[in-house]
C-alpha cells in the first residue's frame, strides 16, 4: 500500500525528545540541568578546597610557624625576613647560627594558637610554651598582603623592631652569648635578639671567670633587666696563688731565727736563746681575689705560726722550753700577664704578734 505524501513528510519529522532526529529518551533541557549541577558542586567544591587550603597552608599562623622554624634551624636571615624587623646597634653575636638555635632549646610545650581578629585589619597570632616549667607567650601582628596565584592570601609580620640585652662584665672585655664569643668594650655591650627565646651570658677564661646568668625574651617591647656578669677567679687561679703563698711561707718557716728576713712571722724574748729558732706554720692563710678599679687585687692576709727554742732566763739562769703560736697578717700583690700569675708577698713591722 502506498502511503500519502502528507504522512511521508510527517514521518520525516524529529521525534519529541530527540536531538537532530536521534532518539536520547532525555529532554535537552535535563541535559543542561544535570551540566550545570554538576558545574555547581564543582566549583562549590573548588571554593571549599581553596579556602581550606588558603587557611591552613596560607594562613597567618603558617607563617609564624616558618619564623619559629628558621629560629630552630639558627636560620638568622631567613627568620629576620619572616619577622620583618629592624636590627637595632648591638651586637648580633646571637642572631644566627648555633647561638639562635639554642636560644630554642628551653622552650617546652610549645603550640600555635589560631589566629583571631585585631585592629586595623590585622590578625594575632599567639605562641605559647614553658620555660623551666613557667608559662609564658608571645603575640605576633600580622597584615595581609598580595594574593598568590590569584586565590592564596599572604600574611606579613607588623614591622618591628628586636629587643636587647644589656650586659657588664667586671674586669673583661669578652663575653659569650649562647656559647657565642662576643666583644664587651670597656666590659659593656648589647645584644640583639630574636622572640621568643632564652640566652645565657657568662665569661670564662682559664684565671677568671663568671657564672652564667639566663634572660627570657618573649617579645620586641619588653624590657629586659641588665646582665651583670660577676667575675671571679677560678679554681685554677686560687689554686695557683696558694701554691705560690705558701712555697714563700714555707720559707720562712726555715729561717731558725726570731725575725725571719722578709716574712711576716716575728718574735722578740728578753732571754738567752740556747738552741735554734724553729717554726712551725699551724694554718695557711686563705686566698680572696676581688676586682676593683679595673684591677684584680687579693685581701689582706693572715697565717697562724708557732715558734719554739730553748731559752735561758738572764736573772734566774732557769732553762726552760719556749713555744708561742700566733697569728701574723700581711698582704700581697697580684700581677697577671695573659695566663702567668705573680704574687708578691707585703710585709710590714708596724705591729708586733698577736
Request: hydrophobic share 40%.
Amino acid at each position: 500500500m502506498i502511503e500519502s505524501k502528507d504522512a511521508l513528510i510527517q514521518s520525516s519529522r524529529p521525534l519529541a525528545g530527540t536531538v537532530d532526529g536521534v532518539k536520547t529518551g532525555t529532554p535537552l533541557n535535563k541535559i543542561v540541568t544535570l551540566w550545570l549541577l554538576v558545574l555547581t558542586i564543582a566549583l562549590a567544591s573548588s571554593i571549599v578546597t581553596i579556602a581550606v587550603v588558603n587557611t591552613k597552608s596560607f594562613g597567618p599562623e603558617r607563617t609564624v610557624a616558618r619564623y619559629l622554624g628558621a629560629l630552630k634551624d639558627g636560620n638568622g636571615a631567613k627568620a629576620l625576613g619572616l619577622l620583618n624587623a629592624k636590627v637595632p646597634g648591638a651586637n648580633a653575636a646571637a642572631l644566627d647560627g648555633e647561638a639562635l638555635a639554642l636560644s630554642q632549646k628551653a622552650l617546652q610545650n610549645l603550640s600555635i594558637a589560631d589566629a583571631v581578629a585585631a585592629p586595623n585589619n590585622t590578625e594575632s597570632v599567639t605562641v605559647n610554651y614553658t620555660v623551666e616549667g613557667t608559662a609564658l607567650s608571645t603575640d605576633f601582628i600580622l597584615q595581609q598582603g598580595p594574593k598568590h596565584w590569584l586565590f592564596f592570601d599572604s600574611w606579613e609580620m607588623v614591622p618591628s623592631t628586636l629587643p636587647v640585652i644589656p650586659a657588664t662584665v667586671a674586669n673583661a672585655n669578652q663575653a659569650s652569648i649562647n656559647g657565642a664569643p662576643a666583644n664587651m668594650p670597656d666590659g659593656r655591650n648589647s645584644f640583639a635578639v630574636f622572640y621568643p627565646g632564652s640566652y645565657e651570658l657568662e665569661y670564662r677564661s682559664e684565671l677568671f671567670a663568671a657564672p652564667p646568668i639566663t634572660r627570657t625574651v618573649s617579645g620586641p617591647k619588653q624590657t629586659v633587666p641588665a646582665v651583670a656578669l660577676a667575675t671571679g677567679p677560678t679554681s685554677d687561679l686560687l689554686s695557683q696563688v696558694d701554691g705560690t703563698i705558701r712555697k714563700y711561707l714555707d720559707a720562712c718557716a726555715k729561717q731558725a731565727v726570731l725575725l725571719p728576713t722578709g716574712c711576716p712571722m716575728s718574735a722578740e724574748t728578753a732571754n738567752r736563746v740556747l738552741s735554734p729558732v724553729t717554726w712551725t706554720i699551724v694554718e695557711y692563710p686563705s686566698t680572696t681575689i676581688s676586682p676593683y678599679g679595673g684591677k684584680w687585687i687579693m685581701a689582706p692576709l693572715s697565717v697562724k705560726a708557732k715558734v719554739s727554742y730553748k731559752q735561758q732566763d738572764l736573772f734566774t739562769g732557769l732553762i726552760s722550753e719556749f713555744k708561742k703560736t700566733s697569728e701574723f697578717g700581711f698582704s700581697a700583690k697580684l700581677s697577671i700577664s695573659g695566663s702567668t700569675v705573680g704574687v708578691t708577698p707585703v710585709v710590714t713591722y708596724d705591729a708586733g704578734p698577736s
